[in-house]
C-alpha cells in the first residue's frame, strides 16, 4: 500500500491539543467535563466542531436528531457511506476522551488521509453522535439509535431532565426544534468504525496499545424486593425471624459466589440497596436491592439468571418470605464484524501494533450500528482503568497509534 504515517510528533501535538481545545466545552472545576445533550456547553461543543470540520475540508451537516457529520464525498461511490465517529455528551464531571477521543482521531486520520491522497473512492463521513450516555434524560443512544431508526420523536415526548425540562424544550433552545424534526434513519451507511478509549485495566495490564473488541457484553438489570416481617430487636429471637437484611445478604454473597464460578467474564453487581426502616434497633421488613448482571453470551446469561432466581424461589418458599424479581432492562450481546476485525488485526500485526481481542464490558454506540452495518469497536488503554473521571487518561503514544491504525482501515475501506 502507497501509504506513510504522517510526522508522529506533529500528530500527537495536534491530538493533545484537540483534546484539550474539546475539553474546555463544559470544562469543570475539578477538570472534567459536564456536556450534557442539548446543554449550552453541548451547542457549543457541536457548532465549534462543526466549524473545526469546515476548516479541515469536510462539508457539514446537522440531522435533526442533533448528530453532526462531516462529509469526504467519494470520488467514485457517492452512495456508500464509510462512517467514523463517537459521541460529543459526557457524564457529569466526566473525563476528556471518552467519546471526544473517537471524534478527534475520526477527523484527523481522514484528514490526515485526504491531504496525502486526495479524496477518497468511497465516501467517508465522520459523526459527532449527538447522545450515548442517559446522563441527562432517562435514555441513552439518543444519537446512534436515530440513525439506526429505533428512536423517533415519539420516544422522547414525555422525558423531562431532573429539572424539569422537556426532552422537546430543551431540543428546542440547543436549535433542534421538534417541530422541525424529520426521521433521521440512515440506510447508506456500510460500515462503521468507532474508536474509544478501554474504561477498563485490561490492555494496560497487559501492555497493549489496541484492544480490538469481538463482542459487546450484554446487560440485564433487575430489582429485588424481599418482604419480611418488622419488629423489635431485642425482644424477638433468632428463631423464627423475617429479616429481610439477613436474607438479602445471603441472596447477595450466592449471587457473587455464583457469579465468580460460572465464568471468568460474567459479572454481577448489587450496586443499590434500599432498606425499610432502615433502623437500628428494627429487624427489617423490606429490602430492594439493584442486580446487573452482564456477559457477552446470552447461554451463559440464561443459565446465571435461571439458577439465581430459582434459588431465590427456594429461598422464598423455606423462609415463607415473599421475594419478587422485576427485570427492568434487557441489552443483547452483540458481536462485532469478524471481517472487520480480521483486517484489524492483521494491519496490526504488519505495522507491530501490541494489540489483543477484548470484551467490551460496557456500552457502545458501536453495538446499535451493529445492528445496520458491519461494525467494530477498537480501544485504546486507559490508565490505572479510570473512566467517567476528570482524572481519566491516555498517553498521546497510544492515542496516536489508535489513529494510525484507523487511518490505515480507513484507506482500505474507502481507498483501495
Ligand atoms: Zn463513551
Redesign the pocket.
Known sequence: MAYRLENDLSLKNRIGNMIEWLGTFGKTKSGGVTRFLFSQTWQEAQFALKDKMGELGFQTYFDSAGNLFGRMTGSIDKNHIILTG??ID?VVNGGKY??AY?IIASLLAVSGLVERFGYPKKTIEVVSLAE??GSRFPLTFWGSRNISGFYHLEHVKNLQDDHGVTFFAAMRAAGFAPEKYKPAARTDIERFIEL??E?GMTLEKNHNSIGVVTHIVGQRRYTVRIKGESNHAGTTPMEGRKDAVSTASYLISYLTKRAKEIDKQLVATVGKLHVTPNVANVIAGEVEFSLDIRHHEEQILDFYCQELFSMFENVSISLAMDISVSQWMDVKPVRMDDELNNWIREVALKQKICFQDIVSG?G??AQVFASICPTTLLFVPSHKGI?HSPQEFTSLEDLATGIHLLETILYKLAYD
Open positions: 463517537s459521541h459526557t471518552d467519546g473517537g450515548e450516555e474509544h478509549i474504561q460496557a457502545h454506540d473512566s
